[in-house]
C-alpha cells in the first residue's frame, strides 16, 4: 500500500546564470515603457512640489495679510487718544506731561509704522487729504487747491491710508 501512494514529479531545474531571451525590439519596448513611466513620476513629482510651494507661499501672504489687519486695526484705535493729546496741547501749549505724552505717541507711531500724512502747503490730493472747506487765496503767490489749513491731521500705515487728512483748501 505504500507504494500506491507514491507519485514520481520530475522537477525541472533552471540555472541563475542562464538568461531568458528578449529580443531586441522587446528590450527596446521595455526600455521605452520604463522611460515614460520614469518621465510621468517625475511629472507627478514636480507637479507636487510646485504645489507644495504654492501653498507654502499662500499660507504666509495670508498670515502676513492677517497680522498687518490686526496692526491697522489697533492703529485705527489710537488715532483717536493721538486727536485728544493734540487738542489737549492746542489749548495748554505749554504743559510738558502733554507734550511728553505727545512725543511718547509720535515715538509709538514711528515704531508701529503709522506716519502723519503732510498737509498744509502741499496740493491737495484725494487720495490723501479731504478737503471740508474752500477759502479765497491769502495772497496771490498762494496756487489754487493748495491745502492752508489742517483741521485732522491724516495718518498712513506703510502705503496704506488709515484716516485722510480733513484739510482747507484755496480757492
Not at 520530475?10 to 513611466?37: G, W
Not at 497680522?67 to 484705535?77: D, P, T
Request: hydrophobic share 40%; proline share 5%.
Amino acid at each position: 500500500m505504500e507504494n500506491e501512494n507514491k507519485k514520481e514529479v520530475e522537477i525541472e531545474t533552471v540555472s541563475v546564470d542562464e538568461k531568458p531571451e528578449v529580443s531586441a525590439d522587446k528590450q527596446t519596448e521595455i526600455i521605452e515603457q520604463l522611460n515614460n513611466k520614469v518621465a510621468e513620476l517625475n511629472d507627478k513629482y514636480l507637479r507636487i512640489a510646485a504645489e507644495l510651494e504654492n501653498t507654502r507661499r499662500r499660507a504666509s501672504l495670508d498670515i502676513e495679510s492677517v497680522s498687518r489687519n490686526r496692526a491697522m486695526g489697533v492703529a485705527e484705535k489710537i488715532l483717536p487718544v493721538m486727536d485728544a493729546i493734540n487738542a489737549a496741547l492746542t489749548h495748554n501749549p505749554d504743559d510738558e506731561g502733554i507734550k511728553t505724552m505727545q512725543r511718547a505717541m509720535e515715538n509709538a507711531f514711528a515704531q508701529i509704522g503709522i506716519v502723519k500724512i503732510e498737509s498744509v502747503g502741499q496740493i491737495l490730493n484725494p487720495q490723501f487729504h479731504n478737503a471740508i472747506q474752500m477759502v479765497d487765496k491769502p495772497d496771490e503767490k498762494t496756487p489754487t487747491n493748495t491745502i492752508i489749513n489742517e483741521l485732522q491731521p491724516g495718518y498712513m500705515f506703510g502705503d496704506t491710508v488709515l484716516r485722510p487728512a480733513m484739510v482747507v483748501v484755496s480757492k
